[in-house]
């Protein structure tokens, strides 16, 4: 009897030590696939990064970029290749914010795996993706927006709109204005290969939402809203304040606003002084 027990508790001690090693093989494996996938992916990042920098003429006001601090970064659209230049020049530092719709081109869909991405449904917006925006400023990421929506059709800048505005007064957070030059040229609405043609991006000095800072002196002008806070803001206001940001992008890329934006940006220009900007772009442009 003590003779059978020995012999099963040897084969239990046995088959633990036979189980123990298969996992532990296993685990090794995982292991080394995870890693060998992870490197493959970083090699692959990296290689493509390198390639769309080829299209990059020139980068200025690279030391206005906060390094491992949260901050909204907004930047005029003209092309799809804004996001491939962005992309490869700011790396895994960003998270894009992007329409669902972009999935439905491919390439741009497969670029996608490569950065970090909260996509809106711009057919049912809801709050989940603005939850997901402010999680990522949380955690001292920076997010990466295009005011406009969408891209320009026409190479002229559409009407913005004031989401990033509030965003940055919500998360306590700078605006980083970002000047995209070229990119039209590159890849424009008709076209699907890139020409061989150079961009230029201009980084600008960040941006805090106050009634200190140049840009947004006006909205706070008359005597009433000096001491007003930014919690206190109307929509209307958020639509001035974008309008101020989005417009000196507009001058510093050298643009015209589209055809479509005429009458709201007349109608804002009587009420906030948009107009006196063009006389102070020597003064506080992006690059001071």
Not at 8 to 32: C, D, E, F, G, Q
Not at 135 to 148: C, D, N, S, T, V
Not at 163 to 171: D, M, P, S, T, Y
Not at 254 to 264: H, K, Q
Request: charged letters at 25%; glycine letters at 4%.
């Amino acid at each position: 009897m003590k003779k059978k027990n020995k012999i099963s508790a040897r084969y239990r001690l046995v088959r633990k030590m036979v189980n123990l090693y298969r996992l532990t093989i296993t685990r090794i494996v995982k292991l080394r696939y995870r890693l060998i996938r992870r490197i493959r992916f970083k090699i692959v990042r990296l290689t493509v990064f390198a390639f769309f920098r080829l299209w990059i003429k020139e980068i200025r006001g690279i030391e206005n970029i906060p390094i491992k601090k949260p901050a909204i970064f907004i930047s005029n659209h003209m092309s799809y290749f804004d996001f491939l230049i962005l992309g490869a020049m700011l790396k895994n530092y960003v998270t894009f914010v992007a329409s669902k719709k972009i999935k439905q081109t491919f390439f741009i869909k497969w670029f996608t795996k490569l950065h970090n991405v909260v996509y809106i449904d711009q057919d049912y917006p809801g709050y989940s993706f603005f939850r997901d925006i402010m999680r990522h400023l949380k955690a001292g990421k920076a997010i990466i927006i295009y005011p406009e929506a969408t891209r320009s059709r026409s190479g002229k800048m559409l009407m913005p709109k004031y989401g990033f505005v509030k965003l940055a007064i919500l998360a306590d957070v700078p605006i980083i204005p970002i000047t995209m030059k070229g990119t039209y040229e590159i890849l424009p609405p008709d076209s699907r290969i890139p020409r061989l043609k150079k961009c230029t991006v201009i980084i600008g000095k960040k941006i805090l939402i106050s009634s200190n800072h140049h840009l947004l002196k006006n909205i706070y002008a008359s005597e009433r809203r000096k001491n007003i806070n930014v919690d206190q803001l109307t929509k209307n206001d958020l639509q001035k304040i974008a309008l101020q940001i989005m417009n000196t992008i507009r001058i510093t890329a050298g643009e015209e606003w589209d055809a479509s934006a005429i009458n709201d940006i007349k109608k804002f220009e009587k009420e906030s002084g948009l107009r006196n900007i063009k006389d102070e772009t020597g003064k506080i442009g992006l690059l001071v």
